[in-house]
């Protein structure tokens, strides 16, 4: 399943956020966006797995979700959205309920996706006894849990600390490499678009618009730490960006 | 830095982080109560406190002794609490449903919160009357008075509450595809539990006032209707017996709801 954004633009009241955004994303591929704060990234995602309607343009599904796909476009994101009140396991489960899968079918689902994610142990933990990046785990085994078309990533690793999302860009990796999946990835940190992006589109500051698409045609498992390519083309995004994110910081805001 | 002069002066810096932090031990809470009344002892012993502003704390203990051990106190007690709880419960559940409809929805929220701010105000007991001719001179009055008192302040706790569910939790449940009243029952309810706690709080305490006024008609026994009677007779020792037993009452639920509290919201930082 693929998905088409055609001709996507919004505003909200009079202050226009987004125009004019046409991008395909590919099955399979890891789609980064870049740009400044405010320039309404955040605001795509949401469009994109139907959270908010676009003012003008549509969001298209080409071809149909997988067999087995209980959730097509499932988000993760930035604060975990984790039930506090519910174990790791009863966050897993609670996706899964409202399909009817309970007991031992939900059981199977729950230990697979805590396995790949490396949580088997804290199964009966509540939120509150994990880290951010535990948290973060758990939120990515519940995406998995529904088994996904499209994973929409909503700065899935801005709220760790840098250590933290060191260590989960590894997971991506690993999760990516054994099976690969298709991912939206917004994210205002650059390294992390370089590390995990097929292609990353570099959105221009408010109204967002797509400034350039840069692809990244090495294989994820082979950018490692300090990859002189990979700092080739951080580097050239960040000239892309920088005079955009300086506009952007300059500007008064609006709302 | 490490070759500092030896004639500049070394100082300790002032500690001024302290304070603001509250927290609550328990026996000096015990020991307020222990002092009052050994103080009302003391005074009402030696005089200096006379017999007609306070009963001396010794002779409340003997009569509500004396009304234990005649067994009028659990015929005083079970009506009470019989009517405090079918009250509170009509009262209460009525008010959780209301606030979350008008928590989750537009229209009722316009229609609702404007009635519930009219209503809250009125002194219930005011209405006393009208609900004895609605209800009857019998129980049901009595559950009447209590279920509205603590209706209102139950609404407004509730939807407070609710308003103050983590709005990503919902969208997480939207993004997930959980049907309507999957996210009601898994994240809203849940969500607005400690509000709607703390409100409970408010409204049991209210509960027990509305009961002494529950019960100033037609009640022949019950704690209301025995401060009743011992305030007409100026008995000041069994008036204070069944004010404590109510201070003792509102201690009672208020630990009940703490111990609630410790275990459905044990998820809490």
């Known amino acids: ?78 604060d975990f959205a984790l039930l506090p009140w519910r174990s790791v396991a009863g966050n897993i489960s609670l996706v899964l309920e409202d399909h009817g899968i309970r007991g031992a079918a939900a059981q199977e689902i729950v230990d697979g996706v805590l396995a790949r994610t490396k949580l088997t142990e804290f199964a009966r933990a509540l939120p509150k006894q994990l880290s951010g990046g535990m948290k973060q785990r758990v939120a990515i085994a519940r995406a998995l849990a529904v088994n996904p078309a499209v994973m929409l990533m909503d700065e899935p690793l801005s709220a760790l600390d840098s250590q933290t999302r060191e260590l989960l ?29 097929h292609r990353v589109v570099v959105l221009s500051r408010r109204p967002g618009q797509i400034r350039e698409i840069v692809e990244i045609d090495m294989p994820l498992s082979e950018r490692d730490f300090g990859n002189a390519d990979l700092d080739a083309k951080q580097k050239h995004l960040w000239t892309l960006m920088r005079d955009e994110a300086r506009a952007a910081d300059a500007e008064l805001i609006h709302v | 830095m ?30 307020v109560f222990a002092a009052l009344i050994l103080i009302a002892e003391w005074g009402t012993r030696a005089g200096w406190i006379s017999a007609l502003t306070l009963p001396k704390p010794s002779d409340v203990l003997a009569t509500f002794i004396g009304l234990y051990e005649s067994g009028q106190l659990f015929k005083h007690l079970g009506p009470s609490l019989s009517r405090l709880i079918v009250g509170a419960a009509i009262g209460t559940s009525l008010g959780i449903s209301v606030g ?45 008075l209590i279920a509205f008192g603590t209706f209102t302040p139950t609404v407004v706790a509730t939807y407070g509450a609710v308003d103050n569910v983590d709005r990503s939790l919902i969208r997480m449940g939207q993004s997930f595809g959980l049907s309507w009243w999957s996210i009601v029952r898994k994240i ?26 529950a019960e100033m008609l037609g009640a022949e026994y019950g704690i209301g209707a025995y401060i009743l009677e011992a305030g007409s007779l100026y008995d000041l020792e069994r008036l204070f017996v069944g004010v404590a037993i109510l201070s003792i009452l509102g201690v009672a639920v208020s630990a009940l709801i703490g111990a609630v509290e410790r275990r459905v919201l044990d998820w809490r930082t």
Request: net charge positive; with cysteine.
């Open chain 1, 1 to 78: 399943m693929e998905i088409r954004l055609d001709g996507i633009g919004h505003s909200y009241d009079a202050v226009e956020v987004l125009r004019d955004i046409s991008l395909d994303i590919p099955q399979g591929q890891i789609v980064c966006i870049v740009g400044p704060s405010g320039c309404g990234k955040s605001t795509l995602l949401r469009f994109i797995g139907g959270l908010e309607r676009p003012a003008r343009g549509e969001v298209l599904q080409l071809g149909e979700p997988p067999r087995g796909c209980l959730n097509p476009l499932t988000y993760i994101f930035q």
């Open chain 1, 169 to 197: 860009m590894d997971d991506l990796v690993d999760l990516w490499s054994r099976q690969p999946f298709t991912a939206v990835y917004v994210t205002h940190n650059l390294a992390e678009a370089v590390r995990l992006g």
């Open chain 2, 2 to 31: 490490s070759d500092t002069a030896p004639s500049l002066k070394s100082r300790k810096v002032a500690f001024r982080g302290g304070g603001f932090a509250p927290r609550m031990h328990r026996w000096v809470g015990v020991m």
């Open chain 2, 100 to 144: 979350v409809l008008i928590g989750l929805f537009s229209y009722i929220r316009s229609g609702l919160v404007p009635l519930v701010a009219a209503i809250f105000p009125i002194p219930k007991i005011a209405l006393l009357p009208l609900f004895v001719i609605w209800f009857g001179i019998g129980e049901g009055s009595k559950y009447a």
């Open chain 2, 188 to 213: 809203v309810l849940p969500g607005a539990m400690p509000g709607i706690l703390s409100g409970l709080r408010i409204s049991l305490a209210i509960a027990i006032i509305l009961l002494v006024a």
